[in-house]
């Protein structure tokens, strides 16, 4: 679709059924999407010119229902995708080039006829795109030049996954503008593991890809992390009583990777005592009958962290046959002792470096008093140290829980989100009834 023609149809509301099914809007804040994505054609006229054949592509944000830092360990998550996402307006080129410009940022370039590792890009979105790119290569996929504006509405360091988002996006450019869809979901969310673990230098599972990817409630074991297991799980929030939030504790995650790091390698400490590489693969039973001796061995922290896994395993399956069954009760108590985990034994709500900085705590606790009568849940998402807390609300206590979070942390604290139904698209006019209809 020629640029003119991509912004004609998005004013004429030629998206407008999949924006409904995308972001379950209507009215102002349907007319918003709207103009998000006008805006986004705009600057990429800007940016890469007038006369162009564009596609529109979208990849979610994410939030980790249940399964905290269980993922590296090849364990069992019930993550969702949500309605804030990562956004592209791209074409192809043949220059053999990938350009793309984020709102906010400088321009990304890579040459596709070097797909090297660069030690100078670590940490950086290059990386990642000349990592995706390389995966691709790698699998026997078709890689191309194209130019891109992309704009995101995934709270950067929110526990939401931006740098997920991000990696997905790029890689349903690919599969879409040079693949024909090729690659399946989870091969898209392993292209952007690849490029986070191998190019920008940041050890990871693929939790927050594949729930970005897949989209949806979905439930996850990773026993095998080439062939994970992936269970879409049907349950309808928006019927269900209560509100999922997201509250933004504006705590930083700068100089943190360390902190990431240390989870996984500690889990693998306890589990090279048996001669595992993996929790997982280590009988929880045998792991107790060896307690003291794991201590000796890896370390008192290594052994709460491997305790901390066990239960949250367990949980995770748990979590999920009780949406499976309509078990909310049981779901939030689940959820509730998630959180008090993470606290107590993973140690991932601060940094033991500082912890006179204890955002999530506070927040925590906070969020403890509003709700514990109340009913629904409260726990720390993500990696942890420093980003949001997720709380289910009852309806009827939501206005006063976001009045009293926004007056402690500041206005717009706390996000109302809702549960998309599908992860990386490619997203045309023609395919609105693929995309709406599953």
């Not at 992309?150 to 503008?177: D, H, P, Y």
Request: a negative charge; glycine letters at 10%; hydrophobic letters at 35%.
């Amino acid at each position: 679709m020629k640029l003119q023609e991509l912004s004609a149809a998005l004013q004429d509301g030629g998206f407008d059924r999949i924006f409904r099914y995308l972001y379950e809007e209507d009215g102002e804040e349907l007319a918003e999407e709207r103009l998000r994505y006008l805006r986004a054609a705009e600057r990429f006229s800007g940016y890469y010119g007038k006369r162009r054949e564009v596609e529109l592509f979208s990849a979610p944000g994410r939030t980790e229902i249940g399964g905290n830092h269980t993922d590296h360990q090849h364990g069992c998550v019930l993550a969702a995708s949500v309605n804030m996402d990562a956004i592209a307006v791209a074409s192809k080129t043949e220059n053999g080039k990938i350009r793309i410009k984020s709102e906010g940022f400088s321009e990304d370039e890579i040459d596709l006829s070097d797909l090297s590792i660069k030690e100078d890009e670590k940490n950086r979105s290059t990386s990642l795109i000349r990592g995706i790119a390389a995966w691709f290569q790698h699998k026997g996929g078709k890689i191309g030049g194209f130019d891109a504006y992309t704009t995101s509405n995934v709270l950067s360091g929110s526990g939401l996954s931006s740098s997920a988002a991000f990696e997905v996006l790029v890689g349903t450019v690919l599969n879409g503008l040079y693949n024909q869809q090729k690659f399946s979901p989870v091969e898209i969310a392993q292209a952007g593991q690849y490029a986070e673990n191998t190019y920008f230098g940041k050890p990871s599972g693929l939790l927050d890809q594949a729930s970005s990817s897949v989209g949806g409630f979905v439930a996850f074991d990773f026993a095998d992390p080439q062939k994970p297991l992936v269970e879409k799980v049907t349950f309808d929030f928006s019927n269900s009583g209560y509100t999922l939030c997201v509250v933004d504790t504006h705590a930083s995650h700068a100089n943190l990777t360390p902190d990431y790091a240390a989870i996984p390698k500690e889990m693998k400490a306890a589990a090279s005592f048996f001669g595992k590489d993996f929790l997982r693969d280590v009988p929880e039973e045998t792991f107790y009958q060896n307690l003291r001796e794991v201590r000796k061995s890896a370390g008192d922290r290594a052994v709460l962290r491997a305790m901390h896994f066990f239960a949250e395993n367990r949980r995770a399956q748990e979590e999920t046959k009780c949406l499976e069954t309509k078990n909310l009760d049981k779901f939030f108590r689940l959820l509730i002792d998630s959180g008090r985990s993470s606290f107590m034994y993973l140690q991932n709500v601060y940094s033991p470096a500082h912890p006179e900085q204890q955002a999530v705590s506070l927040t925590l606790g906070l969020c403890e008093r509003l709700l514990s009568k109340a009913g629904g849940s409260w726990r720390i998402q993500g990696g942890g140290f420093a980003g949001t807390v997720q709380a289910f609300v009852p309806n009827e206590s939501l206005e006063l829980f976001r009045k009293e979070i926004d007056a402690f942390l500041g206005e717009g604290s706390c996000r109302v989100l809702k549960i998309r139904p599908v992860g990386g698209v490619s997203l045309t006019q023609e395919n609105g009834k693929e995309i709406c209809n599953g």
